[in-house]
């Protein structure tokens, strides 16, 4: 057999390899991550308040009665644990009702009176009907988001590259 003698191997660079990991991971909650995200909650925020159609005289078809639904849509910058979080939401009571619809049930007396009068309908009839039918889901938030995934991703993938770079 023959000798193949001693092989060593030198690994060099490892704490400077490691120094760089772990700025590359703190840079991923700094100011490139987060122009991206403030970018991405804004497109998505006027895509949510663009998608919000206006009471047509035979439909309610998306949100825009008063204006308050729309105006309480608004966008957030979190960091959760180093994480960088970009939120777009309402806190109005009635907003996943909107979003999400509702199986038929009675709404409680008086709930709808302000806004069946606004539109010239009985409140009662109101309720009957959403007792039959429920509330159709209008998906307003979900649209606003899936429609602008793709620019999104780029803007995060765009941040992260900048972050690599450095």
Same mark, same amino acid.
């Given at each position: 057999?023959?000798?193949?003698?001693?092989?060593?191997?030198?690994?060099?660079?490892?704490?400077?390899?490691?120094?760089?990991?772990?700025?590359?991971?703190?840079?991923?909650?700094?100011?490139?991550?987060?122009?991206?995200?403030?970018?991405?909650?804004?497109?998505?925020?006027?895509?949510?308040?663009?998608?919000?159609?206006?009471?047509?005289?035979?439909?309610?078809?998306?949100?825009?009665?008063?204006?308050?639904?729309?105006?309480? @849509?608004?966008?957030? =910058?979190? $960091?959760?644990? !180093?994480? *960088? /979080?970009?939120?777009?939401?309402?806190?109005?009571?009635?907003?996943?009702?909107?979003?999400?619809?509702?199986?038929?049930?009675?709404?409680?007396?008086?709930?709808?009176?302000?806004?069946?009068?606004?539109?010239?309908?009985?409140?009662?009839?109101?309720?009957?009907?959403?007792?039959?039918?429920?509330?159709?889901?209008?998906?307003?938030?979900?649209?606003?988001?899936?429609?602008?995934?793709?620019? @999104?991703?780029?803007? =995060?993938? $765009?941040?992260? !590259?900048? *972050? /690599?770079?450095?």
């Amino acid at each position: 057999m023959p000798d193949t003698g001693d092989i060593g191997v030198k690994v060099t660079g490892m704490k400077e390899l490691q120094a760089k990991q772990e700025q590359m991971v703190r840079d991923l909650g700094g100011t490139p991550m987060l122009q991206a995200m403030k970018k991405a909650t804004l497109l998505v925020e006027a895509a949510w308040k663009r998608s919000l159609g206006a009471y047509t005289g035979d439909e309610f078809s998306g949100g825009v009665d008063t204006g308050q639904y729309r105006a309480s @849509i608004v966008p957030d =910058i979190a $960091d959760r644990d !180093g994480q *960088i /979080v970009g939120i777009v939401g309402t806190n109005l009571a009635h907003a996943p009702y909107v979003e999400y619809g509702t199986k038929p049930h009675w709404p409680p007396p008086g709930a709808l009176e302000v806004w069946a009068r606004r539109h010239g309908m009985d409140e009662y009839i109101v309720r009957k009907a959403i007792s039959v039918k429920g509330t159709r889901a209008h998906k307003n938030a979900e649209r606003a988001f899936n429609d602008n995934l793709d620019k @999104i991703k780029q803007y =995060i993938g $765009d941040a992260t !590259g900048e *972050i /690599v770079k450095k």
